[in-house]
């Protein structure tokens, strides 16, 4: 079966196909309704975006212009980071369902443990109100199923004891040569399913030699081949692209990394800064 039919159960019921597209960066107009829209005749059924992002309109009017039934696609967006009370989740929560101009959101996160401009924060209460916010939408209908971004073990552990419902994702930076055993492991324990954004480092180990060397020898570029390591970690990809044909390429990823080169991959570190590292970008 292909990467993109593949899906993972989440807490709730529902269901998350195993590779998405995520639009972070993407240009409000043009650029990411083109990039949305090419995506999903890619094959693609899962998009991400993010308040923050300031291009939920354009993923909205992708999504609605694709003709494709609005239950075959799976939308995510996020409450901004700097949202840290109840009031606040709600009223980021109605700019979203107005700018998207969907009747639901499949997933709903929240985009981090701490404003972006005070990283590290202790909003442990204020999570959890943020939380309380977001179980709201869940009960009537509005959102499908939510989850946290950027968290690590001690901020779910945190959260966990406010919770009604079990945060189903917990979506976070994750390349190879990126340790985040412990947030995976706290993810596994609890079934929480991790999606994995930035999956070429931000462009920075797609031409990473000894990733474009073991990918010849799977006949896939450094991109397919990082995204099929991430899919055989059970994490959920979320590669971006502009170009039509590299968005194509990154759902070409039906192959299988033998358990010695994962080994291999495993044992990376610090990939997106090796010297060759910054010298190509995958967009």
């Not at 202790?122 to 959890?128: L, T």
């Not at 899919?231 to 990394?257: R, W, Y």
Request: hydrophobic content about 45%; aromatic content about 8%.
């Amino acid at each position: 079966m292909s990467a993109l039919a593949e899906t993972f159960p989440l807490t709730g019921g529902t269901t998350i196909p195993k590779l998405g597209f995520g639009t972070w960066l993407l240009k409000e107009g043009d650029e990411c309704y083109d990039a949305v829209a090419a995506a999903l005749n890619a094959g693609y059924r899962h998009i991400d975006t993010a308040r923050a992002y300031h291009n939920e309109a354009s993923v909205g009017r992708a999504v609605r212009d694709s003709g494709i039934p609005r239950g075959e696609i799976f939308v995510t967006s996020k409450v901004p980071a700097e949202a840290k009370s109840y009031a606040a989740a709600l009223e980021q929560f109605a700019i979203s369902m107005r700018e998207i101009g969907l009747d639901y959101l499949d997933l709903l996160l929240i985009h981090a443990p701490w404003p972006w401009d005070e990283m590290g924060k202790d909003c442990r209460e204020e999570n959890r109100e943020v939380w309380r916010a977001m179980e709201g939408f869940l009960a009537d209908g509005r959102v499908r199923a939510i989850g946290v971004s950027n968290f690590t073990r001690e901020d779910l552990e945190s959260l966990l004891p406010a919770c009604h419902t079990i945060p189903a994702i917990d979506q976070i930076q994750w390349y190879i040569g990126c340790d985040v055993a412990d947030t995976v492991a706290a993810c596994a324990e609890h079934g929480i399913v991790v999606e994995a954004y930035s999956p070429f480092a931000h462009g920075r180990i797609v031409n990473h030699p000894d990733i474009v060397n073991m990918g010849r020898r799977y006949d896939v570029t450094a991109p397919q081949l990082s995204i099929r390591y991430l899919l055989q970690k059970g994490a959920v990809p979320l590669p971006k692209a502009t170009s039509a044909d590299h968005i194509a390429a990154n759902a070409q990823v039906d192959f299988e990394i033998s358990d010695a080169d994962m080994a291999v991959l495993d044992a990376m570190h610090d990939t997106e800064s090796h010297p060759d590292a910054a010298a190509f970008s995958w967009s």
